[in-house]
């Protein structure tokens, strides 16, 4: 499996993006600014927490994000019902809406899953390999030195 090395490479965070951007579209001219400011943070929540968790540094912050994320999906999922019982939504335009926060839960929870049998810690726990500073020392003032000890480096 490889590593994901950005949030924007994460499907769950790829679709949560089109989420967003179809419940702006859906409610740009929307006249109830309460339930439309209300759905649109919502939706951003899903895939903003999805990539500050991915950019937190341990595992456990990220999963406690990705569960952040998850909810504010159930949350849009909620409000679209209101949109469409109070006649703001037709009912294509809810289907279509609701399926894709369905869908956005369902890869936040696969991936929730999927990370927790991970053996990843995250990035805080990462060792970063460290040149010798011996070697920079040599390689630097003695460079002739640095050549003979190293010949291939």
Request: charged share 30%; proline share 3%; aromatic share 12%.
């Amino acid at each position: 499996m490889a590593t994901v090395k950005r949030f924007e490479d994460l499907v769950c965070w790829q679709r949560s993006r089109e989420l967003t951007r179809e419940v702006y579209s859906a409610f740009k001219a929307n006249p109830d600014r309460g339930l439309k400011d209300q759905i649109q943070r919502a939706s951003v929540s899903v895939m903003s927490n999805i990539a500050e968790g991915f950019e937190s540094g341990t595992k456990q912050e990220f999963l406690n994000y990705l569960y952040i994320a998850k909810a504010s999906a159930g949350e849009v999922r909620s409000q679209l019902y209101v949109a469409s019982d109070v006649g703001y939504l037709n009912i294509e335009t809810f289907k279509s809406l609701k399926s894709l926060a369905e869908e956005c839960s369902k890869l936040i929870s696969s991936f929730i899953k999927s990370l927790k049998r991970s053996d990843v810690r995250g990035l805080q726990y990462k060792r970063e390999q460290k040149e010798d500073p011996y070697k920079v020392f040599l390689r630097e003032k003695h460079p002739e030195h640095y050549k003979k000890l190293y010949p291939s480096g």
